[in-house]
């Protein structure tokens, strides 16, 4: 039984940690939660944060472990690629990973390589981003350089608004430090999207579109996301290519990605993120039942250093799509209202992260979200009529704070 180290155990990551006791793992988790819900299926477990690489190496050396896995979160990406070049364990290399958890280390990394990148520039205060605001054009991101979730994101087009949103940004880091980006208008839908490599080699992807809400706090957080990708094959290969020269340069092994892109009017392709991790709000979920490709298996066969030479190339079929469950201002969490049609043809499977009577906050990262909910549709037309009028099909009852407590 192979030993294998997880860091993370919250409820977002427990599809991975089934998974992993599935293929016979012997599962050991690290989390600094101690009340963490993934906890409950495994073998051991320790409170060690998965970004202290030192500790969880200690930790590795001491279990003598055979693989080790963070799951759809960057926190621990880093901590994975530095134990396991510590220990001769599969993983890509540290150095790697590093570049593409920080994201002003990935920009000058693509600037030096000459990909299509924005103008941007990392900085640790609002100071020094003031006296260099002058080199950018309006409207520009400001983003922590290692956040997830587009916690902490957001787009200005005056200077009166950048001292709050700089502070915004650096409450999000650990690293206490944010970039400015010029902002690049969409040709076609965001996309988003999982993929896969063995040996280095991108031998399968499944690129989606990604939809933002206007109505929320932060209007960069994706809310929905369908499959498949509408943009032409000839866009896609040109993606594909730029994701191959981005792992070829880096070195890259055998592992899964989430990406996160962009491609102007002139088709230019932007790689705003190439996250070295499974996407969360249920891509791989969603992913697996367009194409049957199982990206949380081979995430853990990978990471134990099993043969992951049969991923191939599979293109979606049916149209699928996730919802991620959000609330558009503060409140008390009150039910959940859900159309009977929509309940019985469209909806797959959903789940609620929280239960009435529960605070809930208006959507400013993912880490907000209420629930997801995992959709089929039977033709483009029915996915594209009912993803445009899913707040008159599923309805979150969330009252006031204040009239809560009058309730009371």
Not at 35 to 53: D, P, R, T, W
Not at 219 to 231: D, E, G
Not at 350 to 369: F, N, T, W
Request: charged share 25%; hydrophobic share 35%.
């Amino acid at each position: 039984m192979k030993k294998l180290l997880m860091l993370g155990g919250a409820k977002t990551q427990i599809p991975a940690i089934k998974k992993a006791k599935e293929l016979g793992c012997y599962i050991i988790i690290c989390d600094i939660d101690e009340n963490v819900l993934g906890k409950q299926y495994a073998h051991e477990y320790y409170k060690i944060s998965a970004s202290n690489k030192e500790a969880v190496l200690k930790l590795a050396e001491s279990l003598q472990i055979d693989g080790i896995v963070c799951y759809a979160a960057d926190s621990g990406a880093q901590t994975v690629a530095y134990v396991a070049e510590k220990l001769g364990l599969p993983s890509h290399p540290y150095k790697s990973v590093e570049i593409l958890t920080n994201k002003d280390l990935f920009r000058e990394f693509q600037k030096e390589n000459h990909f299509h990148v924005p103008k941007a520039k990392g900085f640790n205060s609002f100071e020094e981003a003031k006296a260099y605001i002058h080199h950018f054009k309006m409207p520009i991101m400001i983003k922590p350089v290692d956040s997830s979730g587009s916690r902490g994101v957001s787009k200005i087009d005056s200077l009166e608004q950048l001292e709050e949103k700089v502070g915004i940004a650096l409450s999000f880091s650990s690293s206490k430090r944010f970039i400015i980006e010029e902002y690049i208008e969409n040709y076609g839908p965001h996309m988003g999207g999982d993929g896969f490599s063995v040996d280095g080699k991108l031998v399968f992807r499944c690129f989606s579109n990604e939809y933002f809400s206007t109505d929320c706090l932060n209007p960069f957080v994706p809310v929905l996301t369908t499959w498949p990708y509408v943009m032409p094959k000839y866009i896609q290969r040109k993606i594909h290519n730029e994701i191959q020269r981005v792992l070829d340069l880096l070195n890259m092994k055998t592992g899964s990605y989430n990406f996160d892109i962009r491609i102007d009017d002139n088709e230019n392709v932007y790689l705003i993120e190439i996250s070295p991790r499974n996407g969360g709000d249920w891509n791989p979920e969603a992913i697996q039942y367009a194409t049957k490709i199982d990206l949380i298996e081979y995430t853990i066969k990978a990471a134990i250093g099993e043969d992951c030479s049969d991923v191939k190339m599979v293109e979606p079929t049916g149209y699928w799509a996730t919802y991620v469950l959000n609330s558009e201002k503060s409140g008390v969490f009150n039910g959940l209202e859900i159309h009977e049609s929509f309940l019985e043809k469209n909806i797959v499977e959903y789940e609620l992260l929280v239960s009435p009577g529960d605070r809930v906050s208006e959507l400013s990262g993912s880490h907000e979200k209420i629930g997801l909910m995992l959709l089929n549709f039977s033709t483009e037309l029915e996915m594209s009529e009912k993803m445009f009028n899913l707040k008159g099909l599923v309805k979150l009852k969330v009252n006031n704070l204040i009239e809560n407590e009058m309730k009371i």
